[in-house]
């Protein structure tokens, strides 16, 4: 009989310092796991960490430390150990045998694609779920997993890629994977067509590692009510609203991403391509971070590799430090700003700081504004709605011959308008 999966589960997570790494990085590690298991719906109830040089190729961590991992979690009464590491389909089948039918074993990856499953709202994010899902668990298929996808449900083993069962044909799953493809390339192909629409808008994107305040800055410059809780990954849609308190002439449009994390699966990445797609064709890039965070020079770093890996041009950027209000010490404070001389800090939650940073985009976008003149006879005033709506009209003037206007605003928009007023 399956367990009912609201109820929640009781975790067992396991570290391994490798070569390359430190007791202190792989205790913070297990700090974001233990975050992580929490957003599933899991209780940790131990952990266990050990040194190795190199993964076992069987079981990761070895036979013998698995069984006394095992036993450890079944006498604490577990029924869910989570790797921290990501672990191969090998392992994880040698791991599943030794743990038996009452004990399910999944790794990172499979633990962050439950949040995602969980999380998943519109065509386009559950699509992009179910397609990663998917690829994660074709070579994973086996006798166990199908029996623990029956009995026992819950974490790691949701039927969120679109399945009422795992026991399905490799052969089915390829076309399944095939098919979400295509329609990922025409969502992609409908984004293409609603962004060439806002060409005229500067855009901004708010980019950051998970959990960093994202949604509450959006929030909190545009009114867009979004989604805020203190979870991974609460936000998987790119929302997009209008900044109505920044005014330079055009329109200026500001989204909201999916958060990113350290170690984050590479096909979610790649799954995620059209939704984080999105940022390759903004003017601005917002990186947000947790100030207050212990680690926040890893989520910097993380943040940058994510980009890199999506092949992102470089961007104009604004580094915002977020949730200064949580920060205790004067002298940690003063510290970061001494290391982030050129980032904006502030707190979205009580308000602190973003006046001086609308402040900031707004110079950034008019930085780069072109001045130019436009004359216009008086049967062309119909576009004096135009010319308004695309810059920044510094002075007008009127006589016989028709109407003059000193406007600035970014190039492409006077090129367009220099295209309607000639023709």
Partial sequence: MQKNNDKREKAFLVGVILKGSSRVQIEEQLEELKFLAATAGADIIGKFTQNRSRPDPATFIGKGKAETIINQASELDCNLIIFNDDISPTQIKNLQKIAGETTKVIDRTGLILDIFTKHAKTKE??????????????????RIWTHLERQMG??????GAGETQIEIDRRLIRNQIAKLKRELTAIDKQRKVQNHRRVNAFRIALVGYTNAGKSTLMNALTDADVLVQDQLFATLDT??????????GIPVLLSDTVGFIRNLPHNL??????????????????????????????????????????????????????????ITDPQQLSGLKTRFKEASFISSLKNIGLKELSDRIEKTITSEFQKDV?????????LLDTIYTLTRVLKKKSDYNGIRLEVEGNRESLDKIRQIIEK
């Fill in 239 to 248: 929302t997009t609203r209008k900044l109505e308190n920044i005014e330079v």
């Fill in 269 to 326: 990445i790649a799954s995620f391509r059209s939704t984080l797609g999105e940022i390759r064709d903004v003017d601005l890039l917002l990186k947000v971070f947790d100030a207050s965070s212990d680690n926040i020079h890893e989520h910097i770093d993380t943040v940058e590799e994510v980009l890199k890996e999506m092949d992102m041009p470089n961007k104009t950027n604004i580094i915002v430090l977020n949730k200064i209000d949580a």
């Fill in 125 to 142: 994010a559950k699509t992009q779920v179910q397609l990663a899902q998917l690829e994660y668990f074709l070579p994973r298929l086996t």
């Fill in 154 to 159: 819950g974490i790691g083993t949701r039927a």
């Fill in 374 to 382: 436009f004359h216009l006879s008086f049967k062309q005033t119909k």
